[in-house]
């Protein structure tokens, strides 16, 4: 795998409270229309904390015993705030994953200004051969990657494989275009406070969907 590049090169960023989740604290997009517009490939949803994943990160603090001393995979991390907010909950072990290297970074830096450990995993779970981490995972979960239809397909089919072989597979979701309309259970729901400049005002409905069956 390719090393990711230093923390410090997040550009753009400033550490920031997250909107709904004001305990953790992420390198966000210091002014998120200048970063959207000169964005190189590939883009940086690293430095955004999207909604379906803030719902994740809001549940799991309230209510620790979801994924206390359990061992949890965040899928197409981003800024890692799902990860990072698993540990905070009291998982015993957490990898974030995603394919995009400055995600990595984004992560670990984030980390550690939360100040938890995080294990980091970069490359594509959705194709070819799985790493050993993946079949000891009690819990695996994408936050907010139900936006691209192709994306969606891939990330629903990893995660009721997922759930098929026994680990809770969830996917925080606000109601993006992709989303499945059967076959799955809401679990949690409620609105969560996002960025205005990257989405269609202050507040956004959002909810947890279960894939599969525990």
Known sequence: MTAPP??????GTSPTRVPGVPEI?????SEPFALW????DPFPYWAFAWPGGQLLARWWLDEPALVRGRSVIDLGCGSGLVGIA?????AARVTCVDIDPQAIAATRHNAALNLVCVQTWLGDL???AQPAFVATADVVVA?????ERDLAHAVLAWLAERAHAGAWALAGDA?????PGEGVRVVHAQPVAVQPAVETGPVRA???LEIGTR
Do not use: I, K
Not at 6 to 11: K, S
Not at 25 to 29: E, N
């Open 175 to 179: 109601y993006r275009n992709y989303a």
């Open 86 to 90: 698993a540990m905070r909950a009291g």
């Open 25 to 29: 604290t992420l390198a966000l997009a």
């Open 206 to 208: 959002a909810r947890v």
């Open 6 to 11: 230093d923390p410090g090169a997040l550009v």
């Open 143 to 147: 936050g907010d990657l139900l936006y």
């Open 126 to 128: 959705l194709a070819g």
């Open 37 to 40: 517009q000169d964005a190189a």
